[in-house]
């Protein structure tokens, strides 16, 4: 089994999709309350949802995980420094980044982001070019179908794991 450990609700886009849109009021766990809650976890695997790598303390969260299996949930924009590549792929054993579009309009206007486009490109370049295992989510809705076959054509390339997640429940409403 796998633990979800969730920290907080800060986020650097601002999806329409997003399930947790109803929890940006909320507040952060401390760094000793998250310490707390790795020491209770039982289950061999730890699993970080999206933006806990927008934390300050998000290295020492991951080196507090040492001894379990790490898989790390993300919009991929801060693995767009490189640096900070680098030294998180060191401490995950898997990143599952969630992706829309290679279409800058329909990308920016399903994160409601500005640029967020392009650092979410590089970050997802810098994660496929390293050694460690991604996955690529790409939840189709009515907004980015059109570049469907794009996305898949261009990963595939690169032979990672591609999930989709079709369709996903809001290309219905």
Known sequence: MAYLLKVGVKCNNNCIICNELGMKAGIDKTIEEIKEEIDSVKDDEIILPCNVDLRRDFLEILDYCKGKKVKLFSNSRMFSYEQFCE???????????????????????????????????????????????????????????????????????????????????????
């Open 87 to 173: 030294k998180v792929l060191d401490k995950v054993d898997f990143v599952e980044v969630l992706f829309f579009s290679l279409n800058r309009y329909i990308y920016e206007n399903m994160t409601r982001a500005k640029n967020s486009f392009y650092q979410a490109r590089e970050g997802l370049n810098n994660i496929v070019c390293s050694e460690n295992k991604v996955k690529l989510f790409i939840p189709i809705v009515r907004e980015n179908v059109v570049d469907f076959d794009d996305i898949i054509e261009v990963y595939d390339e690169v032979e990672k794991k591609v999930e989709i997640i079709n369709p996903h429940p809001m290309i219905y409403e």
